[in-house]
């Protein structure tokens, strides 16, 4: 044992922790398999439950009508996907365990990464392998946001005011150019894009058949009434193309959000009117609104200034549309963009020979993005989006929060710092550290 640990403290200058996993981990159960039964109860409780209604109501929208689903497969997927997620949990932290008692300490990666990366690799085996494309994707998205607010938390990068809208810019930038080149197939953002930028010349926005009589009126003035640019690939006026799409956005986007707010007050019903009625409500319509009347505008704009077809024209209008993002800064729309950028690029390198083909890319990628995510769970649990902690929380039934992470400061990470009054109750019959080491005020080992 002492050698193994003189090894990993000079050949590897890896800082070693030879508490025992009681009080490191699994502060709630002395004895390694009582802590792995423990959570089992919840987790599965927990997945059964989200993964129910996940499935009832991605299947409801689907199909439109209950009585048209499969319940047995809905039943098969609901298992599948909770036995995926739990395991995920008991393989990491069986894996911890497991590496400590064979060391006889910790070190950062078998605390963290070595352990978190091999149980995501093995659970995402036991998920279906249609679903585990948009796990991984989900994932690296979660993980690119995570390792950003890790080199802003550590003095890498400053934080960069309105940086998700530059973030945004380049995924759609990237995915307005595949869609010039290869049309909507080009990736799923492109199709995304042809609707909320309207990009398809051939279609129009409002199908005035359907529309009332003052409002064809307008409409037609709009259409009509005003210049439309010779270069101008649009149907009707340059105006209308930009101020209809913005307008259509605008309903759909007002429509989205009333809804989130009525889900939102479902727990306190009181505030139902309070949620409404509020200026917040407004940022999602207004930020939908402001894509399509952004690009068409730049892009109408250049094809003035220019005086001829460029293909930079719509790309420059793509990027510039990614300003919208200032009314609604969300991270998570701007990486999911800017993945799918990339996504795009590798999968035409790699139909052009450019780029090898993995068979099995899906299985890598969540192994390593979810590996990256929960190794920062458990040492910097800062840099996570909270709403995904507060997802871990009920998984784990907020054991998560247990960790005794004053002992993993010494790896070199602020693990604590959301935790900075926390003492884990302890037997003391298990324990081998002096209790000193993991109060506050006393700087741990
Ligand atoms: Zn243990
Ligand atoms: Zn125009």
């Not at 792995?36 to 927990?46: A, N, R, S």
């Not at 990666?109 to 796990?135: D, G, H, Q, W, Y």
């Amino acid at each position: 044992m002492s050698v193994l640990s003189k090894l990993f403290a000079n050949s590897f200058q890896l800082p070693i922790l030879e508490a025992n996993c009681y009080e490191t981990i699994h502060v709630w159960n002395p004895s390694c398999s009582g802590a792995l039964i423990d959570v089992i109860p919840q987790g599965l409780k927990f997945c059964l439950k989200t993964y129910g209604l996940f499935y009832l109501i991605s299947g409801l929208i689907k199909k439109g009508d209950p009585r048209k689903l499969d319940y047995v497969r809905l039943i098969k997927d609901i298992i599948r996907s909770s036995v995926f997620l739990t395991m995920n949990m008991l393989i990491l932290l069986y894996s911890m365990c497991w590496f400590r008692n064979r060391l006889g300490f910790f070190t950062l990666p078998t605390v963290s990464f070595v352990a978190t990366i091999l149980a995501s690799f093995l659970a995402i085996l036991i998920e279906n392998p249609k679903r585990r494309p948009m796990l991984a994707l989900y994932l690296t998205n979660l993980a690119s946001e995570t390792l950003y607010r890790q080199l802003v938390n550590h003095g890498y990068l400053r934080f960069i005011k309105n940086g998700e809208s530059i973030v945004f810019a380049a995924g759609l930038a990237m995915s307005t150019y595949f869609y010039q080149r290869y049309g909507e197939k080009a990736g799923e953002l492109c199709k995304l894009m042809k609707f909320t930028h309207h990009l398809d010349n051939n279609a129009e926005v409002f199908d005035l058949r359907k529309m009332p009589r003052n409002a064809r009126l307008w409409l037609n003035i709009l259409r009509k009434n005003f210049v439309k640019h010779r270069i101008c690939e649009h149907r009707h006026s340059c105006l209308s193309v930009a101020l209809e799409s913005g307008l259509r956005n605008f309903g759909y986007g007002l429509v989205a959000s009333l809804a989130l707010s009525l889900i939102k007050s479902v727990r306190t019903p009181s505030k139902v009117l309070k949620n409404i009625f509020n200026s917040e409500v407004l940022k999602m319509p207004a930020f939908f609104a402001s894509m399509p009347m952004i690009y068409h505008g730049v892009e109408c704009s250049l094809n003035r200034i220019l005086g001829r077809k460029t293909n930079v024209t719509p790309i420059a209008a793509g990027a510039a549309s990614g300003a919208a993002m200032i009314l609604y800064p969300s991270t998570s729309i701007a990486m999911y963009a800017l993945w799918k950028g990339f996504e795009m690029i590798y999968f035409k390198a790699a139909d052009d020979g450019l780029a090898p083909k993995f068979k099995y890319g899906d299985i890598l990628l969540y192994a390593l993005s979810t590996g990256f995510v929960l190794g920062n769970v458990i040492i910097e649990p800062q840099a996570i989006r909270k709403g995904y902690l507060n997802f871990l929380r009920g998984l784990t039934d907020n054991k998560l929060d247990l960790f005794n992470r004053r002992l993993f400061t010494k790896f070199g990470f602020d693990s604590n710092l959301l935790y900075i009054n926390y003492v884990p109750n302890l037997d003391l019959r298990y324990v081998t550290l002096n209790p000193a080491h993991y109060l506050p005020q006393i700087k741990p080992l």
